[in-house]
């Protein structure tokens, strides 16, 4: 998810120094779209320590699963 580069990436990726530590937050942030009607597929913006990361997924088993990172946030 961070390989591609990109703004948003690039600033969580500095702010939490790794790709595993960086993707812990943004599922963290993530994780309250999945009590919403988040239609499968569409791209949503969260706030991760107030860094906006536009994401899309799905949700499986009441949990968010990010499958793409935008470069910019939207």
């Known amino acids: ?3 591609r580069g990109g703004e ?3 600033k969580l990726l500095n702010m939490y ?3 595993e530590k960086a993707l ?4 963290q942030s993530a994780q309250s779209i999945a009590n919403t ?8 913006t969260v706030y991760v320590d107030g ?3 536009s994401i899309k997924g799905r949700v499986m ?3 968010f699963r990010i499958s ?4 910019n946030e939207f």
């Open 1 to 3: 998810l961070f390989g």
């Open 8 to 10: 948003a990436p690039s």
């Open 51 to 53: 860094v906006q990361v």
């Open 24 to 27: 812990r937050a943004l599922q």
């Open 37 to 44: 009607n988040y239609q499968t597929g569409t791209w949503v």
């Open 61 to 63: 088993d009441g949990v």
């Open 68 to 71: 793409s990172i935008a470069k």
């Open 17 to 19: 120094g790794s790709p």
